[in-house]
């Protein structure tokens, strides 16, 4: 299994057969979710073999941030498809999976796992779920506001270009940011919900609910049949949501331009995504490091399907290297959008930090003094008293 880039950030997503429960409705949402997974595997193979595949020819006036700017103000482009993963996230202080020190598998010492892996493997939750919540309490949504990057992706979208944010987050910081669940295929889940795991119930239930019981450190268990619920993250052992395989059909035929930002392209079948796109789509890479390049081999055999940003026949691969936000930043100015990109991220985290700051007030302010001229030897009446205020879950603004 390769790696994932981050916890909230990158949901541990699964190869395979799913464990989910067997119902009626489940069978065929797996049918349905096999056989696109074998449709992909063949546009796969008959894009990596270059059978029936389009000429190449160069759509970009340079192979730089400024040919994807200008390209982005022209009328060649009116779909964008994003592909997001861990680096949108990390300075938002969530961490990645394997940074050195910092990284979250080098931190898990305290759970007493046979290996770091197994917090996110489907039948080691089943039998030992409390490592789990109890990363969750460090991790959960709510706890962070969304990045530059996140803000990014929201004026795509109210610019009218955003098709598609494929994530590989868990997070929920994308439909914090403003992004609907129409705009998302959020390819590893979501801790937006929670599904019962008794094959004859699957009672949903909302972010809301499962926050309460982790900041209660409480297992989560079903008010209907009291079985193990779990966050409709994608775990490893899980199959990845049917979404993902429906939408790719129609989005990657559509794509006029796809922008892929902090993530390693490591993790299938997420990163083969990049190999979807019509021959002659450009794509702009925003990361620290250049990834997604065609293995040196198969590509002198003709049978390289990644990102070409150096070789003499690169024609549309772009890579920005560097922090994310910066990045995202970078763009923005030579869109011309620098200036609204800034306020939008200053008006949403004060509107984050008043609605936080009202629940916080709300929940430890005393009851008023009495002034002096109202104030009797007698006691007081009290007044009726308010409740204080439900701290409101960042993770369910996009409600």
Known sequence: MAERDAVGVGGPEAEGDSDA??????????????????????????????????????????????????????????????????????????PDFRSPGTGLYANLQSYNLPYPEAIFEINYFKQHPEPFFALARELYPGQFKPTVCHYFLRLLK???????????????????????????????????????????CRKQYTLDWMKERIFSSLTPKCDKCQSLVKPDIVFFGESLPARFFTLMQSDFQKVDLLIILGTSLQVQPFASLVSRVPTNTPRLLINKEKTGQSDPFMSMMGLGSGMDFDSEKAYRD??????????????????GWKNELEDLVKKEHAAIDAKSGQASEARTSPSPPLSRATASPSPAPKKPGTSPEKESDMGSKAE
């Open 21 to 94: 429960p067997d119902s009626d409705s489940d069978s065929e949402n797996g049918r349905a979710s096999g056989e696109s997974e074998m449709d992909f595997l063949r546009h796969l193979l008959s894009r990596t073999l270059g059978l029936g595949s389009e000429k190449p020819e160069k759509v970009l006036d340079e192979l730089t941030l400024a040919g994807v700017s200008h390209f982005m103000q022209s009328e060649k482009c009116k779909n964008v498809v994003c592909m997001v993963g861990a680096g949108i996230s990390t300075s938002a202080g969530i």
């Open 158 to 200: 109210e610019k009218g270009l955003l098709l598609r944010c494929y994530t590989q987050n868990i997070d929920t910081l994308e439909r914090v940011a403003g992004l609907e669940q129409e705009d998302l295929v959020e390819a590893h889940g979501t801790f937006f919900t929670s599904h019962c795991l008794s094959s004859s």
């Open 318 to 335: 772009v890579a920005w290297l560097g922090d994310c936000d910066e990045g995202c930043t970078a763009l923005a100015e030579l869109l």
